[in-house]
């Protein structure tokens, strides 16, 4: 039998009292002790309709087993709504997990709030429209790199600034794979990516903005012709492009994006560039067909002959100008640009312009002048990216620098706009010959 002596006694009693006196107000004032204010990082994607759906993904310490995310239109007495979310552990034997939540049946261009079990911040999220009856902006940039913390978070905030409905990095994100195929990635360039990114990815509103990747050489270990095992973390930690490496979303009938692999886990020919032409041949009535990739096919720092420029061009080129497309963001380039319309190589007003060239988090390199390529028409040493809007007549591209300026700007009529435009030129034409 034990028998507490009086000093014990008097020194649990004093551990009661220290105890209670310390615990009490963290108890009555603070859910801080019982659940922390939010998690590392939470993100947004989508991998279907983004009018009707939304995926949760955060990032966490503890696998969380059987957390959902709740969520309701951001209206008095909405009823609240949940979904579970399935949670994996991060490749390479790291001690965090990925958690993911696909939440379905959500009604158009509407506010909702969420919370996630076991974290007490409330967020926001907003879907996109079924139709574009009134304009929609949008943001494409690539090459965030993450080699200079301060640049990447001053890009970030001035992105974050112009209210996008959502945002794309093709490519190169944290750029924690090395070249060397056996060494491990840099998980903690990732962790950095993913806090830094959740804590200045939201609008003034404090909705958390969208985000949509595609891969690049440096998600890679090995950085091209490599397979999916290669880049563990880029497909554990984003549900979008999934494990095919690539895919097409669409917006209504109002915009594609092709969401591309140029060449780092998936052959840029052969099945992918089969896939993409039947993707495209569906989209003949979209009023927007955009893509996004990494390696441009139209350099602006690279020869224009480097080998996986070269594969662009043969891959992926024929079949963006058979089915017309609009207009392609290209990165790794490290340097804006913008070509002529192009079709086949040559100025054509009825190709595609090729953009970008991946300058987010990076010191932007010392581009090709125009006067020296037949395919150039704009190039600038910036560290930039572009803001796209949608209008049911014409898509407009304004290319802006981390402070706000702007670098360039350029506009397309949509098919029906731009054919009737032809139409009455050729009218015009017409008369003026006749009159003469
Ligand atoms: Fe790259």
């Known amino acids: 039998m034990h028998f507490m002596t009086t000093k014990t006694r008097i020194t649990n009693s004093?551990?009661?009292?220290?105890l209670i006196l310390f615990l009490l107000p963290l108890l009555l004032t603070g859910e801080e002790i019982i659940s922390p204010q939010a998690p590392l990082s939470i993100y947004l994607t989508w991998v279907a309709d983004p009018s009707t759906t939304m995926v949760v993904q955060w990032i966490s310490g503890a696998p969380e087993e059987a957390a959902f995310v709740h969520y309701r239109k951001d209206q008095p007495e909405a009823p609240l709504e949940s979904a579970q979310a399935a949670h994996n552990p991060f490749p390479e034997e790291q001690p965090y997990y990925v958690h993911k939540a696909s939440i379905m049946g959500l009604l158009p261009d509407t506010t909702y709030r969420f919370t996630i079990d076991g974290y007490s911040e409330e967020h926001l999220f907003l879907t996109m429209p079924k139709a574009l009856d009134s304009p929609i902006s949008f943001i494409i940039g690539g090459d965030t790199n993450l080699?200079?913390?301060?640049?990447?978070?001053?890009?970030n905030q001035q992105a974050a600034s112009q209210n996008p409905a959502f945002v794309v990095i093709g490519g190169d994100l944290a750029c924690a794979a090395s070249n060397n195929p056996k060494k491990k990635e840099d998980c903690n360039r990732w962790l950095e990516w993913l806090e830094h990114w959740y804590q200045q990815m939201k609008t003034k509103d404090g909705r958390i903005i969208p985000l949509l990747v595609t891969?690049?050489?440096?998600?890679v270990k090995g950085g091209y012709g490599q397979?999916?095992?290669?880049?563990?973390?880029?497909?554990?930690?984003f549900a979008s492009p999934g494990e095919r490496g690539y895919t097409t979303l669409r917006f209504g009938t109002y915009l594609s994006l092709y969401l591309l692999d140029s060449g780092h886990t998936h052959p840029t020919g052969g099945e992918?560039?089969?896939?993409?032409?039947?993707?495209?041949?569906k989209d003949s009535k979209m009023?927007?067909?955009?893509?996004?990739?990494?390696?441009?096919?139209?350099p602006d720092v690279r020869p224009y002959r480097n080998t996986y420029s070269s594969a662009i061009r043969r891959n992926f080129v024929p079949i963006f100008?058979?089915?017309r497309l609009h207009i392609a963001f290209e990165n790794h380039d490290h340097a804006y640009k913008r070509t002529f319309p192009l079709t086949s190589d040559r100025t054509d007003p009825l190709g595609v312009v090729y953009i970008g060239n991946g300058s987010w988090g990076v010191k932007p390199r010392i581009p090709k002048k125009p006067s020296r390529t037949m395919y150039l028409?704009?190039?600038m040493s910036a560290r930039q990216f572009c803001k796209i809007t949608l209008s049911a007549t014409e898509r407009e591209v304004t290319a802006i620098k981390y402070d706000g300026s702007i670098i360039d700007q350029f506009s397309q009529p949509v098919d029906s706009v731009a054919l009737q435009q032809r139409l009455q030129q050729e009218r015009l034409n017409r008369k003026k010959w006749e009159d003469a």
Do not use: C
């Open 287 to 298: 009023l927007n067909r955009i893509a996004v990739y990494h390696v441009p096919a139209y």
């Open 227 to 237: 397979t999916p095992e290669q880049a563990p973390f880029f497909y554990h930690l």
């Open 321 to 323: 100008d058979t089915y």
């Open 147 to 155: 080699s200079n913390l301060h640049i990447f978070d001053e890009t």
């Open 272 to 281: 992918q560039s089969q896939w993409l032409a039947q993707e495209m041949s």
């Open 377 to 379: 028409d704009k190039t």
């Open 14 to 18: 004093f551990v009661r009292i220290v």
């Open 215 to 219: 891969i690049g050489n440096h998600e």
